[in-house]
């Protein structure tokens, strides 16, 4: 049973984990305690963790299912995986995400394509997996879909998180590297949607007429609904992200179109709706 129907594509959320971050000060470059006190009646306890203070933080993969294929939508922190920065996302010993994809009907054999928004490691983790000490594709018949300027950019830095999730993907000749409103068929497609990342793209969806898009890390809280010029510290070029962030506000809000996010608390998907300059998000129930 799909979570969630847009015409004939069914999109199941393939959820990781759920974990506190930062604080909304230290994710948020500006962010003030007067933006708190306006908003701490919705923003407690789903948003932000009441004891804590930190940002709840779901992470997940989007299983879309299309006539043709079936389809992951990023692929969360993945195990084996170093990244010092972050401890809960760091040398994960965690199948919870692999069974959750088997509990959703899925093998990873089935995976026909998986698209990354963009390269950051809880969106890329599970591209690969450790096996006799090296990491190899986790889904072995699957096309990854990587935007150009996103897979130039992560070889550029070499990171950890490229050698890991990414160069083995490439090794194996299971990377496709395309631009960034590239279209795989009517279903599906992407948009571009730079700013967090260079490459950074949305993944739309369409069947009979009913429309969707996984925005990815365009927006990370429904707080940027509200503030659009809010940038995590984490976006590489604050004023693109923003401006970026404002259109894909404005080009969804009050449409029948279903926003799929990766971060947004649970259950993460919904509609954009005006409110005054700027913008509420509506979840939808499963
Ligand atoms: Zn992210």
Not at 51 to 62: D, F, R, T, V
Not at 112 to 124: A, E, M, N, P, S
Request: glycine share 4%; charged share 20%; aromatic share 10%.
């Amino acid at each position: 049973m799909a979570d969630w129907q847009l015409g004939e594509i069914e999109v199941t959320s393939i959820l990781e984990q759920v974990a506190e971050f930062m604080t909304l000060e230290e994710f948020f470059d500006g962010f003030t305690p007067e933006m708190f006190e306006a908003n701490k009646d919705w923003l407690l306890p789903n948003v932000v963790s009441p004891a804590s203070g930190k940002i709840i933080l779901p992470i997940q993969s989007y299983l879309v299912r299309t006539r043709h294929h079936t389809i992951l939508i990023d692929t969360c922190v993945g195990c084996h995986k170093k990244f010092k920065w972050v401890p809960e996302w760091n040398d994960r010993r965690d199948d919870t995400y692999l069974r959750n994809l088997k509990a959703a009907g899925v093998d990873p054999a089935e995976i026909d394509y998986v698209f990354c928004t963009h390269l950051h490691v809880d969106h890329c983790g599970w591209n690969t997996q450790l096996e006799d000490g090296r990491f190899v594709p986790t889904f072995p018949n699957a096309k990854y879909i990587f935007s150009e300027p996103e897979y130039a950019a992560a070889a550029e830095t070499n990171s950890i998180v490229f050698r890991e999730s990414v160069l083995p993907v490439m090794e194996a000749k299971q990377a496709e590297l395309v631009a960034m409103d590239f279209a795989l068929d009517d279903n599906i497609s992407l948009s571009p949607t730079p700013g967090h990342t260079a490459g950074h793209v949305a993944v739309e969806m369409a069947s009979n007429g009913v429309l969707g898009a996984m925005s990815g890390d365009l927006m990370h809280s429904p707080l940027q609904c509200l503030y659009p010029a809010l940038c995590p510290t984490v976006d590489l070029d604050p004023a693109m992200a923003s401006a970026t962030r404002q259109k894909f506000l404005e080009d969804h809000a009050d449409r029948d179109k279903i926003v799929m996010t990766a971060h947004f608390p649970l259950p993460s998907v919904g509609r954009v709706v005006s409110q005054g300059d700027a913008f509420r998000f509506d979840y939808l129930e499963t």
